[in-house]
């Protein structure tokens, strides 16, 4: 079989290398993949958000199944687009991926259906948010609708900032459109949980459990990042709170958009803050999270391309997903001065990593030289994931991996992984 995975980031690569264990697949292809993918799969330079392009390519090479990874394909249509061609794919279709895609269609369906989320207003234009803001109290959160490279939520601590968010979105347009309607939304305090779950839109699979480290800086201060590491099971995420979010969230969430006439399939990614015991919901995505998959897919003990065939076909139900037991970590090496401005086109020196068991490089913002070096393209640059039989030892061998790894200005987080380990103490 032909296998296309629409993408080119550590995610991608990940998904990747669980797809290359399953021997029905003789050819894999990325789109546009990056340096460290092109030695798993073969990568062709057509972007993630070229939908003509990808369709082209997939009737062309005679693709089979296509996986499509990152949001703004999915919420664009790529998969509505491939099924029209009579390709089958994992991930949902543009009328599910809203769910990702506008914050104002997911409060709402929330507060429709009674799954449980942080008390919101929307707001179509500037006066009546900065009256809104006027009354509050702080800390409050602004969220842009649209997509906004995960950048628009901002947590206001006072009147001035949440203002200066509102202009920023609605007036000054800093998200584009993606700012023109803006939800403002009560803040929560908890511990956050990232589960991701197979759906075929009537059986909802969670896989394990996970915790992303959003900050640049170690003990959580610097900018908002894509994430730079992960650890997976979440221990805040207990059999008592899975209980609550089974019957609660995620059972609800998937039979609310079946309701609505948008049947989600593919994996979505409940982003959730666990408040004294009680889970709500922070965000939903419309894909596997990114680093969160680098920690998740390492743990999956069952077939992902047979996982994937049976989202697809509706028959999820007839596959027993099954997870190791074990634990990982993933810590993120990027690129010094990331999320702001940083340097590209570093030589990778890789050091003796490959020789460290249970120890997976996945390549996020990579690409190959012409004289075959990996060099660096991006902020986000690698994630190193190391699986082990604890969470203490996947750190610690996940930093082991992760200091053999130099390049000029890499920057990582030295505390990947030790909010959880408290947690367990
Ligand atoms: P989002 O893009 O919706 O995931 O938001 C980004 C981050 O902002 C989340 O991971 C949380 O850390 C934080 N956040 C979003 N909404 C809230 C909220 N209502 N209360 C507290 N923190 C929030
Ligand atoms: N790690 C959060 C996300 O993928 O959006």
């Known amino acids: 079989m032909n296998v296309l995975v629409v993408g080119g980031g550590g995610r991608e690569h990940t998904i990747i290398k669980k797809l290359k264990e399953n021997k029905e697949i003789t050819k894999l292809y990325a789109l546009p993949g990056n340096g460290g993918i092109s030695r798993d799969a073969e990568c062709v330079n057509i972007g993630a958000k070229d939908i003509d392009g990808i369709v ?4 062309e090479n005679k693709i089979d199944f296509a996986v499509v990874a990152p949001d703004d394909p999915l919420v664009l249509g790529a998969v509505d687009a491939l099924h029209k061609v009579g390709i089958k794919c994992f991930g949902p279709c543009a009328d599910a991926a809203i769910i990702e895609g506008s914050k104002v269609f997911s409060k709402d369906l929330m507060k429709k259906y009674g799954i449980p989320t942080a008390f919101y207003e929307v707001f179509t234009d500037k006066k009546s ?23 628009g939520v901002v947590i206001a601590e006072n009147f001035d900032s949440a203002k200066a968010a509102v202009i920023s979105m609605m007036e000054d347009k800093i998200f584009g459109e993606s700012g023109s309607n803006i939800v403002i939304e009560q803040f929560l305090k908890g511990v956050e949980v990232s589960v991701l779950a197979f759906t075929d839109g009537k059986t909802v699979v969670p896989m394990v459990s996970s915790m992303d480290h959003k900050r640049a800086l170690d003990n959580d201060k610097g900018d908002n990042t894509g994430g730079m590491g992960t650890i997976a099971p ?18 609800p969430t998937i039979e609310a958009m079946k309701k609505e006439g948008r049947t989600f399939k593919g994996c979505l990614y409940f982003g959730l803050m666990i408040c004294d015991g009680k889970p709500y919901v922070i965000e939903y995505n419309c894909r596997f999270g990114d680093p969160e998959t680098q920690v998740v897919l ?42 702001k401005k940083y340097e590209t086109g570093k030589v990778i020196d890789f050091g003796k990593v490959d020789t460290l068991d249970n120890v997976t490089v996945y390549h996020a913002g990579t690409k190959l030289s012409e004289n075959g070096e990996i060099l660096t393209s991006g902020g986000r640059v690698l994630g ?24 000029e200005k890499k920057h990582m987080r030295s505390d990947i992984g030790q909010t959880a380990l408290k947690a367990l103490k």
């Open 56 to 59: 082209k390519f997939a009737t």
């Open 129 to 151: 948010a900065i009256d809104y803001l006027e009354k509050s109290s702080y800390p409050i959160v602004i969220k842009a609708d649209g997509l906004a490279l995960g950048k």
């Open 234 to 251: 979440n221990p805040y995420y207990t059999p008592d709170v899975a209980d609550v979010c089974m019957k609660e969230i995620f059972i």
């Open 298 to 339: 390492p743990l999956l003990k069952t077939d992902l391309f047979e996982i994937m065939k049976a989202v697809e076909d509706e028959r999820l139900d007839e596959i027993n997903v099954e997870f190791d037991g074990g634990c990982a970590c993933c810590v993120v090496v990027a690129s010094g001065g990331y999320p």
């Open 384 to 407: 190193v994931t190391a699986v082990a039989d604890t969470l203490e030892n996947a750190i610690k061998k996940a930093y082991e991996g992760a200091e053999m790894i130099n390049f």
